[in-house]
C-alpha cells in the first residue's frame, strides 16, 4: 500500500450510460431529500457490524442506502468498509460506530468505484482517516465521480449526495492493516465486478469482505470483466474464510457456499454469451434471451442483466 498524489480536478463524465450500483436513467430531478426509516446494524462475529443494504435502487427512501456497509473494531481503532451511499448514508453510519465505541476511524476502505460504495465517505473527513482504494481508484473516480455526484444529486436533491472523496492510500497487491491485535488483510483485484475491486479478510474471526465480488440475491452488476470475475472468485474461495459480507444481499453468508449463485449466473453469462456469438445472434437480440432463466432468481434482473448480456458479448466476441 502506498500513497499517491490525488488526481485534481475531477473531470466529468461525459457519457451517459449506466454504471453498476446506481441506475442512472430516468431519474427524477425535483425530489429531496430524506431520513431513511432506520438504519441498524448487526454484529456478525464479535467487533463485526454490517448493515444490510436494501434491494433497491438508489431514492430519497433509502438515502442511497442500498449497499451492504459495516465497521470492524479492533483494539485500537476502527476500520470502515464501505462508508455508505451518501453523505446522510455515512453520517448515520458514523453515529452507529460512536453508538458502539469511541475509538479512532483510522481507516475508511473505499472497495471500488460505484456510487453506493463511495459517497458516505465525507462523512468521516472530521475523523482525518486514510481513506483507501484500489491503486485504479483515482482514475475511475477522476473519470466517473463528478456525473456520478450530479446524477445522484438529481435523486436525493442538491448537496444530498456527498463528495466525491478521493483515496489517500492506495493497495497495489496486498496489504496488512492492524487495529489492535486484529490483523485485516486488504487485497486489489485484477477486472472482474469493475476494474477496480478490493476485499478485505479479517483473520480472527474468519470473516471475508468480498464487497460487489459477492452478491446474493440482488442480480450481479458487470462492470470489469467477466472472465475475470469468476477468476477471482476462485482466488477468493481459497481464502480460510468461513463466512462472507456480500455487496449486496443478507448481512452474513456461509464462505464459500455463499458464492454458489452468482458463479451459476456468471457462467450462464459466459456460456450461453458464446453460443449467441457461434449461433450469429446480434448483440441485440442477445440481450433478450441469454440469462433468461434466470430471471426469477435475482430482484432487478431486467434492470441490470441486459447491460450484463452487453458486456460479456463485447469481451467474449474477439476470444
Excluded at 475531477?10 to 430524506?34: D, M, N, S
Excluded at 496488512?176 to 479479517?202: K, V, W, Y
Excluded at 462492470?223 to 455487496?247: C, F, I, K, N, Y
Aim: net charge neutral; glycine share 10%; hydrophobic share 40%.
Amino acid at each position: 500500500m502506498s500513497s499517491r498524489p490525488v488526481p485534481h480536478p475531477l473531470q466529468l463524465h461525459r457519457r451517459r450510460v449506466l454504471f453498476g450500483g446506481l441506475c442512472l436513467c430516468c431519474l427524477p430531478t425535483r425530489l429531496r431529500a430524506g431520513s431513511p426509516a432506520g438504519f441498524a446494524t448487526e454484529e456478525i462475529a464479535p467487533g463485526i457490524h454490517v448493515r444490510r443494504g436494501v434491494d433497491a435502487e438508489a431514492a430519497v427512501e433509502n438515502a442511497g442506502g442500498i449497499a451492504n456497509v459495516g465497521f470492524i473494531v479492533g483494539g485500537d481503532a476502527v476500520l470502515v468498509t464501505d462508508p455508505g451511499g451518501s453523505l446522510a448514508d455515512g453520517e448515520n453510519l458514523r453515529a452507529a460506530i460512536r453508538r458502539v465505541t469511541d475509538l479512532p476511524i483510522r481507516y475508511v476502505v473505499m472497495s471500488h468505484v460505484h456510487p453506493d460504495h463511495i459517497f458516505g465517505a465525507g462523512a468521516f473527513r472530521q475523523d482525518n482517516p486514510a481513506f483507501i482504494g484500489h491503486a485504479r481508484l483515482p482514475q475511475a473516480l477522476a473519470q466517473r465521480g463528478a456525473y456520478y455526484r450530479e446524477r445522484l444529486e438529481a435523486v436525493l436533491g442538491p448537496g444530498r449526495a456527498g463528495p466525491v472523496v478521493m483515496p489517500t492510500l492506495l493497495v497495489e497487491t496486498a496489504t496488512e492493516l492492524d487495529l489492535g491485535d486484529r490483523a485485516i488483510r486488504m487485497t486489489a483485484h485484477g477486472p472482474a465486478h469493475t476494474d477496480n475491486d478490493l476485499s478485505l479478510f479479517d483473520r480472527r474471526s474468519g470473516t471475508l469482505f468480498p464487497a460487489d465480488l459477492l452478491f446474493v440475491g440482488r442480480v450481479p452488476s458487470l462492470d470489469g470483466s467477466l472472465r475475470g470475475w469468476l477468476q477471482e472468485l476462485v482466488a477468493l474461495e481459497a481464502l480460510p474464510a468461513t463466512q462472507a459480507v456480500p455487496g449486496h444481499g443478507p448481512a452474513r453468508v456461509d464462505w464459500p457456499a455463499g458464492s454458489a449463485d452468482l458463479k451459476r449466473y456468471l457462467h450462464t453469462l459466459v456460456e450461453e454469451t458464446r453460443a449467441a456469438i457461434r449461433a450469429n445472434i446480434g448483440i441485440t437480440a442477445a440481450t433478450e434471451t441469454i440469462a433468461s432463466g434466470e430471471r426469477d432468481r435475482w430482484a432487478l434482473f431486467d434492470d441490470y442483466n441486459g447491460r450484463n448480456v452487453t458486456r460479456a458479448y463485447k469481451e467474449l466476441e474477439w476470444e
